[in-house]
């Protein structure tokens, strides 16, 4: 997992979130990682599949066409690279 230094943070910045962690039941670098993480990752952010799946139901998308459209499709291994 990766490591990140933080220079320069005001004390009062620190404490905050010394308190914001005590209130929360965590340490401050608990913390600052669900911070970081709710502000890089918001949970209203589309993911890919649900957006695939809202789309498949949109346009009616079911099981059958799903096995019709497998049916079709080549099923031969790829060949691997030979260097000659």
Known sequence: M???????LPDEVHRALRVQAALHGHSTEAEVREILAAAVKPPSRVLLGDALAALGRKVGLTNEDVAVLQQG????????LRFE
């Open 2 to 8: 990766a490591m990140l230094t933080v220079r320069n």
């Open 73 to 80: 499709k080549d099923k031969t291994p790829a060949q691997p």
